[in-house]
Every structure is written in structure tokens, then in C-alpha cells.
């Protein structure tokens, strides 16, 4: 890790003062969980860390307008006790305990995981996020057991968020603010696969902060997500999937299918999800949504078994925001 | 000759006993110092610079710029200009400075110019090998091909392989080291299995007389054969530290380092085809196997095929070790042994299958090709017994549902035997016990068994012993590999005791009125056999001593360890599993084991070695791979990210059997490290071909690895 320097702002608009117009400028700290390994492997090699802890307002999980407010400094602990998640946002609970490592809950934020860069094992090696060498991509012809089965460009890392199929599914979106200002960006428009080396994988540049995600109302909507590890512990999934469904007495009204952990950027799998309208959740047509869901999928050499394991994924958030796993 | 026979079972009083470790409640609490804990003033910290090259030659090395920057303390470079380097990680130099920051500073700021060549870093297709690959002369037993062409005969052919998998210690590889030049001293902290020898291992490699070298070490954090060595970094560490003055150097290798360099266990891929009867005589055997230990090759001894049940009457095997650029391998955990007894135990399943025999049918009715055909009978019985094997195991595919359950079984072997181990027994006259021992605690129970041993033998509480070990300074005793310490340190210290005890007797036999001979040590007391109202208490006789201790060292002869120690174990373990086909996750139900170990000095001690073995085996089997990337001649995941190991909730029940019998008991003591993780990966294996009703033929059972064999889209090796 290089030398840095360390600022501990207070307040929001000290921090934003505080970072630059390139990466290298400034990075900012939360719970640190990803930014220091980074850091370590020269991977980051930011000349400041911004630490954001000390700013109150970006804290809290709270009830707004019937949604949810999630400050850039809450835990994925304080979702997973959070009284409003649990009642409403199963999806969130278990994205949240899917992250198996008390450690990295109590110290990792929500708003991070959604901004951690992939776990890509060439990228972590050092080789860049798009992995390139001589032209060539080292995951295609290398390899590729963990990476993505739905790139259409140069990005063959998987997103590593866990939040982010679940927080798509239910429509949030994501508050950013800068020295100019503030914007919205709906958490599907904040992941884009990076065509070029110098482009991030999320909608988000230098010298901006991602102070909040803001989660419509469930409205009884009912949700679910299905995360499939090798492992008991904390390990990577393999695939997940977040599904929201309205229902209609026994029937989907509306369905959202994001899934998760197995392209570039979580997958929005629309068609499949348009597919349930006016069906019972049942094994079959469950299982139909998956076939659906992996229908584009486009497997490297080593990683066809994840298309199998994304369809799973599917079918099991279904069944179990359907009450019947 | 004195009698240093181990009292008859039915008499110990404090050997036999479930004794928890004594060092446990310390190492719980966080308490006990590991090398890498251990901070003598003045410490300077030294990091490596390492190639990222799989195969370069070094055009040249510029640490001027390092030697500029800030803390700066010495440099010594490993590799010169025109040093071929042969493996990614390999040395090039290592360097110290203040802080352990600024040493990494400045190992980025030494500059290494490379030119690339040409290499090789996967085996598992033994045809890209080409003049890589050293084939081993063939050997044959009588005629395989008229074996396997017999009337009647039922054969089986595939192909299995296990990959390469790395030690993973906890604690790395490493050292505190200071070399005082002025004195030509040096004061050692290595994290070592070989606490006695390491020294003037290092010595040897700094050219200094083995005197010279003052070696402690009271915990490891895991070495699993991997630390016998003072390694290149001792060496430079050492140097580093005379070039700064005498200041001691921590030099500990990373996380990314210890798997890449520290040692790892060779794969073994190969093809198998063996015939049994249509009544399931196994009758014939032919391996092709290849293997990698790294750019020295070797380092899997194929002559073990097949793996137990070797005597086969008709028998070829055919074996390549593979050069390539990767770290050698070492010793891990009962080298060779894991890896035949998957390619075998996989095979011999697979042919039961064919054959539709009940595995445990098949093993139970070959065991006279086996050099211990009524233990493993009586293993293989009880093991079964203990998983339910008659009413859980079903044909092979015949388990409905998602999620598949099925029973698998394996057997191991080991030697075991006790190494050399000379001890120290001092008896002063105060009645205080000094055992000092050069041997090391694994976190074995080492302390606690010597204890056990010495409190029998001088008829005293443990507590009354102080047991010290892990220096150099105390009698030599073998390092901890091949199983080896229990039996050597037990039979030291036994030697070593009756000895002083003998001594003690003498001093004391005047007062009580008997022959020296006619004493015996229970209780705290120093009686006249069989007449407890003759006697002193301990303190009593101790006193007598006068100003003089009684000092006894005594060892233990390999060659002739009369009767106290002897190797030779066999093993069963069976294990239940349930695999959901629709995601490939394999779940460990329950693994059981059942182990012959002779004399067992603490039976809760070598459960736990058993549930260790059990627990590396699960790893091993589930989830260790070590990932090369020919493209970049990377060791990718280098890593406890994506070199997985189980964690709590992946190890399922263990149920653990121990042979504890009379006729085991007068084996003498034999080492349990080893043998326990031995059948464990075979086992599981076998689990999961008999719940999915196909072979996942190249481990790890991953979900890639278990979907793949699923949907027939197994690569083939060759």
C-alpha cells in the first residue's frame, strides 16, 4: 500500500471538497472492506482516503414515504436487524446473509457493496479490469470458472454486489452528490460493463459520493432472493437471483428477475419475468422462468455449469417469495 | 537392563486417559506466543521481491533507488543478472527496513529487468508436456492383459486426478532472526516442525558450525510437513540482520507467497483400467499416471498402486512426473497417500458398480491382497456399523430426488513409527520434575502426552512436571514428520524417567529398608510394591538427595525401540453425503472413522488428530485446487478467497472409533497424524459417485466439477 493521506471530514460538503477528478486523487473510506485490499494490492492507489464515517447525515436505515432510506454509512448488519427491512424486504435479509462473515457485516456498508470493485482473479492480479493482454482476453482463453455468462462486450468479470439484483428488482435507486450538486440514478442504470480500460463498472465518477439508496415501497409486493455458494461460510456466489412479484389472488400480476454474480453487471432477465404474468407460482413455471432467464446466456469455455446454477437461482427466489421453497 | 515397558493397560493411571491439551486454555485465550508474535527489541522488518515470471532470465537488479528510501535498513539480492528464474514467486531479493511498510516500499522500488521464456505450468494434459514429462520404467506383476481378457472377467477403465493443493499454514513461513557478527551468534525464532535440526540447517547454509545457532519455538501455527527447511528467506533474513548490525529481522512470507513457494502437495491425474471376477475377485490392475511436483518434478510415488490392496496378482503401472514452472512441492500431510488411495479406492467403487456389487461387498472380498486383512475386516465392520452402511447405502444412482444421498467408503495406511528423540529427565531435591525435550508441539498435544507419559512413570499429578521443549539447547529430538513424534518423544521420556526414577530408588531404598528393586512410584510416594504402609512421600525421598539432582537422559533407538514403539496402521473411514443435482453442492453428512494407532496415550488428543485429518480431507475433497493460468503463468488464486477451504458449516459429523484393544496396546505407541486424512477425500468421493450415479473423476467436487460429470461434460485429460 502506498502512503496517503488521511481526511476525516465531518460533514458531507467537507468530503466532497475533498475528493479529485481522477481516481488517483482521493478514494473514499467506509467500511473499508474492499477499498484496503485494493490498496494493498496497488490495485487502488489513491493519494487520500476520504474517511465518510464521521458524516451523520450519511448514516441510518430509515422509513421514507413508505420506503426505505439507507445511508452511505449503514452496515449490512443494521439491514439485517432493521425492524422495516425484515417486515417488508426478505430479498434484502437474504442478500444481506449472504454475506457469511460477521466481519464484513459489521464493518461493510450497503451503499459499498454496491460500489466494490469485481473479484475478477486477473483483475486482482494485476492485469486490469478488462483483463487484456496482446489483444487477447486472458479470462476467455484462460481461466474463467468464476466469470460472466452474459457479456456482449469486453467485460468478463461478474458484478460482486450482493445488493444489487434485490435493490433492481424492487426498483430503488441510488443518491449521488458532488460539489455541483446532487442526482438520482436508478440502481439498473448504475451498473454498466466498462467497454474500455479506464471505465468504472457503476455510474460514478471521482469527484461524487453515492450518499444514499432510496427503496420504493414494497406495497406487499413479495420478494425473495437465491444465492447459490459452494460454501457455508463467506464465499462468492456462483449465481443468485432477486425476484419482486404483485400478485393477483393466485396469480403474478407484474414480476421483476434480476440476476446476480454472473455477468458484468447484474442481469435483468425481462423476459422471463413477463413470461409469469397471469401464472401461479408453481415448480413448473418456476422452473420455465429459469430456462427464460438463461435463455441469452453466452458461457466461456469453463463456466457453462453457472448457466444451469443461474436457472436454480431463479427458480428458487420464485419459489420462496411464492411462500412454497 | 532397566524394564521400560509401559505399565499393562488396566494399571495406568494417568496415560489412557482423556487429558485435555495442556496448552489448549493458552492458545484459546490468545495467550500463547507464535514466532511471528515474538518482537525482540529493535526489530527491523524485511519483505521479498519475487518474480512474476513463470520462467525469465534476470537481465538485472537496480536497488539503488531502495537504498535511497526513507527506513531503509539492508538488501540482499538472491538473484543475480543471468539467474534463470523457473517458477512465478521465485526470489529475487529480499529486503529490510524501520517498519514493515517502509520494507515494502522499498521492494517496489527495487527495479528487475526479465527476459521472458517459454513456459509450462498446467499437467493435467500430459500430451502438452512433451520432454517435460520423466516417465518411470514400467513395472509389471504377472500378466494384466491376460487379467483383464479372462472368461468372465468384468473391467473397469477411466480416468481420475486430484489437483495440486497447497498447505495453506496459517501462520506463514517465516522468521525472527538476529545474527550478532561481533560474536558470530545468532538467535533464531522459526516457525519449524523441526525445532532440533533447523539450526544448523540454517547454519549450514550461512557456513557456521551449528553451534553457532541458539533456535526456539514454543507454538506453530500449522506446517503439515511443510517446515522442515530454514528455507532461502531464513538464510537471508539472517544475512539482512548482520548487514543492519545484529538487529533482529522479521521476515514472514504473505499470504500470496506461502501458497505460491512454502510448498504444496503434488497433483496425480491418471488412467485406470483393472478387472475383477463376475464373484468380484479383483484380478488385475494398469495405471498410466502423471503427476507435478513443481520444476523438480517428482514427488508421487505410484509404486503404492494399488493404494492397500497391492498384492493384485497381476499388476502394471506406468508413471510421468511433469516439470513444470511452478514452486516444489513438500511434504504434505502422508505424502503419496491420499492421492493413490482416491485413484484406487475411485476405481475399485467404480468396478463394484459395474460388477453391482455393494462396494463395501467388493473391498471386504479382496482384502487378502491387503497386508492386514483381519484389521481392515474389523474396521470396515465397525465403520459400517457406525454409519448404518446396510440400511443407508443403496445401488449406485439408484437415490431419488433432488437432492441424492450416498455412502462411500476407503481405507488408508501409514507407518508411524517413533523417530529418534533423546530426553532429559532432572529429578531435584526439593522434588520439583525438569523434562527437557528438543522436540515441538504441532498443537498436537505433544506437551500433553510427555506429561502424561512422565506423571505415570514417576507416579506423581502432571502438575508436578515442567515440561520444556522447543529449543535447540535441550537433547535432539527428530522433527514432527511421517507421524513419527508421539512414538519417539514418548519413548524418550519414558527411557529417561525410569532411569532417574531408578536413581531415585537407589538414593532412597537404605531408608525404607528394601532392595532398590523392590520400590515402586504411586501416588506422590515412594513405596515398597505392593505394601503402601512402607513408604515416603516423594518430597521425602527427594530430599534425601542431598544437594545433588538426579539428571537422566536417555533416547529413543528406531533400530531398537524395544517394544515402546512400532508403525504399521490401517484405517477405515466411510462417508454419508447428500448432493443437490440441481446446483452440485455436495453437504457432508457424516464422515466416520475408524483407525488402529497401538498404545494411545490420550485418547481425546488423537480423536482431535483425527478430526484434523478428517477436516483436511473434506477441504481437500470439496474445494482445494490450485488454479495455474498458462497465459500468464499465474497461480491465480493464491489466495483464502478463491483457495477455498470448509469452514464450520461445511464439515458436517464426525464420529471418530478408535481400536483401543489389548492386542493394538502391545504394539507400543504409534503416530496418528497421518494416517487419519488419508482415506477422507477417497471416501467422500465414492459418497458422491454412489448418490449421483456417475464418477466425478477429477476433484475437487466443486459444483463446476460435480454439473459437468452430471451432464457428461467432463473435459478429458488426454
Known amino acids: ?325 | 537392563m532397566p524394564n521400560y515397558s509401559y505399565p499393562p493397560m488396566e494399571q495406568r493411571r494417568v496415560m489412557g486417559k482423556r487429558i485435555t491439551r495442556l496448552d489448549g486454555m493458552e492458545k484459546a485465550a490468545g495467550k500463547a506466543k507464535y514466532n511471528s508474535d515474538v518482537r525482540p527489541k529493535g526489530t527491523i522488518h524485511a519483505v521479498g521481491v519475487f518474480s512474476p515470471h513463470a520462467h525469465a532470465r534476470v537481465k538485472s537488479v537496480d536497488t539503488s533507488a531502495a537504498q535511497q528510501a526513507p527506513g531503509f535498513a539492508a538488501v540482499s539480492v538472491v538473484a543475480a543478472p543471468g539467474a534463470e528464474v523457473n517458477w512465478a514467486g521465485q526470489e529475487i531479493a529480499f529486503v529490510a527496513a524501520q517498519t514493515e511498510e517502509q520494507a515494502r516500499d522499498c521492494a517496489r522500488l527495487i527495479k528487475v529487468e526479465y527476459e521472458a521464456l517459454p513456459h509450462l505450468v498446467r499437467e493435467e494434459n500430459l500430451a502438452k508436456a512433451g520432454s517435460r514429462g520423466k516417465p518411470a520404467g514400467e513395472q509389471v506383476t504377472g500378466d494384466p492383459e491376460a487379467a483383464f481378457s479372462a472368461a468372465g472377467a468384468v473391467t473397469h477403465e477411466a480416468e481420475y486426478g486430484i489437483p495440486v493443493i497447497t498447505h495453506c499454514c496459517l501462520e506463514p513461513h517465516g522468521q525472527i532472526v538476529a545474527w550478532d557478527g561481533a560474536a558470530n551468534k545468532i538467535e533464531y525464532w522459526p516457525s519449524t516442525q523441526a525445532i532440533s535440526a533447523v539450526g544448523g540447517d540454517l547454519a549450514k547454509q550461512l557456513e557456521l558450525p551449528a553451534t553457532q545457532v541458539h533456535s526456539h519455538q514454543d507454538h506453530i501455527g500449522g506446517g503439515f510437513g511443510s517446515k522442515f527447511q530454514s528455507d532461502l528467506w531464513g538464510a537471508h533474513a539472517a544475512k539482512l540482520s548482520k548487514m543492519a548490525g545484529g538487529k533482529p529481522v522479521k521476515l514472514y512470507l504473505e499470504r500470496r507467497e506461502e501458497l505460491t513457494i512454502a510448498g504444496v502437495r503434488p497433483s496425480v491425474f491418471g488412467k485406470v483400467k483393472l478387472s475383477a471376477s463376475a464373484s468380484g475377485e479383483m484380478t488385475g490392475w494398469d495405471s498410466t499416471t502423471w503427476m507435478t511436483g513443481g520444476f523438480a518434478g517428482g514427488g508421487l510415488n505410484a509404486d503404492l498402486l494399488p493404494y492397500v490392496f497391492r498384492n493384485v496378482a497381476n499388476r502394471r503401472i506406468n508413471h510421468t512426473a511433469v516439470s513444470t514452472n511452478n514452486g516444489a512441492s513438500r511434504a504434505w500431510r502422508a505424502p503419496n497417500h491420499p492421492q493413490v488411495c482416491y485413484i484406487t479406492c475411485a476405481a475399485m467403487e467404480d468396478l463394484a458398480a459395474k460388477l453391482k456389487m455393494d462396494p463395501m461387498e467388493f473391498f471386504l472380498k479382496n482384502l487378502d491382497k491387503t497386508p492386514r486383512a483381519d484389521t481392515y475386516k474389523a474396521q470396515i465392520l465397525k465403520a459400517a456399523e457406525m454409519i448404518a452402511w446396510k440400511q443407508n447405502w443403496k445401488p449406485r444412482g439408484s437415490s431419488t430426488g433432488t437432492v441424492k444421498r450416498g455412502l462411500g467408503l476407503a481405507l488408508g495406511t501409514w507407518g508411524g513409527a517413533g523417530h529418534a528423540s533423546r530426553c532429559r529427565t532432572t529429578i531435584n531435591p526439593d522434588g520439583s520434575v525438569l523434562i527437557e525435550i528438543g522436540s515441538q508441539d504441532l498443537g498436537t498435544g505433544t506437551r500433553t502426552i510427555i506429561t502424561q507419559v512422565v506423571a505415570e512413570t514417576l507416579g506423581l499429578p502432571m502438575g508436578g512436571i515442567t515440561l520444556k521443549l522447543g529449543d535447540n539447547n535441550y537433547p535432539a529430538s527428530g522433527a514432527s514428520g511421517g507421524s513419527t513424534t508421539v512414538g519417539g518423544v514418548s519413548a524418550s521420556s519414558r527411557k529417561a524417567s525410569v532411569d532417574a526414577l531408578d536413581k531415585l530408588f537407589a538414593a532412597v531404598a537404605p531408608a525404607l529398608g528394601v532392595p532398590a528393586d523392590q520400590l515402586e512410584a504411586v501416588d506422590s510416594k515412594i513405596q515398597v510394591k505392593g505394601n503402601a504402609a512402607k513408604s515416603m512421600t516423594w518430597k521425602a525421598a527427594c530430599a534425601k538427595l542431598g544437594v545433588s539432582a538426579i539428571i537422566a537422559e536417555n533416547a529413543n533407538d528406531p533400530r531398537n525401540p524395544g517394544g515402546l514403539t512400532t508403525g504399521g496402521v490401517g484405517g477405515c473411514q466411510m462417508a454419508d453425503v447428500s448432493v443437490d443435482t440441481e446446483t452440485g453442492i455436495v453437504k457432508i453428512n457424516k464422515v466416520v472413522a475408524v483407525q488402529d494407532v497401538g498404545l494411545v496415550i490420550n485418547p481425546k488428543t488423537s480423536d482431535s488428530q483425527v478430526y484434523g485429518g478428517v477436516i483436511m480431507g473434506i477441504c481437500a475433497a470439496l474445494m482445494e485446487e490450485r488454479v495455474m493460468d498458462e497465459m500468464t503463468g499465474r497461480f491465480l488464486n493464491a489466495d483464502m478467497e478463491f483457495y477455498k477451504l470448509a469452514g464450520a458449516g461445511d464439515i458436517g459429523e464426525i464420529e471418530v472409533h478408535m481400536d483401543i484393544t489389548p492386542d493394538h496396546d502391545k504394539r507400543g505407541v504409534i503416530g496418528i497424524g497421518e494416517p487419519a486424512t488419508v482415506p477422507t477425500i477417497a471416501c467422500i468421493a465414492n459418497a458422491v459417485a454412489n448418490a449421483i450415479g456417475v464418477r466425478v473423476p477429477v476433484l475437487p467436487l466443486t459444483p463446476k466439477n460435480v454439473l459437468n460429470a452430471l451432464h457428461n461434460t467432463t473435459r478429458r485429460l488426454a
Open chain 1, 1 to 325: 500500500m502506498n502512503a496517503f493521506e488521511y481526511a476525516s471530514p465531518a460533514t458531507l460538503k467537507e468530503a466532497l471538497g475533498l475528493l479529485g477528478n481522477s481516481w488517483s486523487d482521493a478514494a473514499v473510506l467506509a467500511g473499508g472492506t474492499d477499498l484496503l485490499s485494493l490498496m494493498k494490492d496497488h490495485i487502488a492507489e489513491p493519494k487520500r482516503v476520504v474517511n465518510i464515517k464521521g458524516i451523520k447525515e450519511l448514516g441510518g436505515i430509515t422509513k421514507s414515504g413508505g420506503g426505505l432510506r439507507i445511508g452511505a454509512n449503514a452496515t449490512v448488519d443494521e439491514l439485517m436487524e432493521s425492524a422495516a427491512v425484515r417486515a417488508e424486504y426478505p430479498s434484502l435479509v437474504a442478500a444481506a446473509r449472504g454475506i457469511d462473515s460477521p466481519q464484513v457485516r459489521n464493518m461493510g456498508t450497503v451503499v459499498g457493496d454496491l460500489c466494490q470493485r469485481p473479484r475478477c482473479w486477473y483483475y486482482r492480479n494485476g492485469f486490469g479490469l478488462l483483463a487484456m493482454k496482446g489483444g487477447k482476453s486472458l479470462v476467455e482463453s484462460g481461466q474463467n470458472e468464476f466469470h460472466s455468462i452474459f457479456s456482449s462486450g469486453p467485460a468478463k468479470f461478474v458484478s460482486a454486489s450482493s445488493f444489487g439484483p434485490a435493490l433492481i428488482a424492487l426498483g430503488a435507486k441510488v443518491k449521488i452528490a458532488s460539489a455541483s450538486g446532487s442526482r438520482e440514478v436508478a440502481v439498473a442504470d448504475f451498473f454498466k460493463a466498462p467497454t474500455g480500460d479506464g471505465d468504472r463498472e457503476i455510474d460514478l465518477k471521482p469527484n461524487e459520493i453515492v450518499t444514499e439508496i432510496v427503496v420504493p415501497a414494497a406495497k406487499g409486493a413479495k420478494n425473495a432472493t437465491y444465492e447459490v455458494r459452494n460454501k457455508e461460510g463467506l464465499d462468492w456466489p456462483l449465481a443468485t437471483a432477486s425476484v419482486v412479484l404483485t400478485m393477483k389472488g393466485a396469480n403474478v400480476a407484474t414480476a421483476k428477475i434480476v440476476l446476480g454474480h454472473v455477468g458484468p453487471t447484474p442481469v435483468v432477465a425481462a423476459d422471463a419475468a413477463s413470461s409469469l404474468a397471469g401464472k401461479a407460482i408453481n415448480e413448473e413455471t418456476a422452473t420455465a422462468a429459469g430456462k427464460a432467464a438463461v435463455a441469452g446466456a453466452k458461457p466461456l469455455s469453463d463456466n457453462g455449469y453457472k448457466v444451469q446454477l443461474a436457472a436454480v437461482a431463479v427458480k428458487r427466489a420464485l419459489l420462496a417469495a411464492a411462500g412454497k421453497a
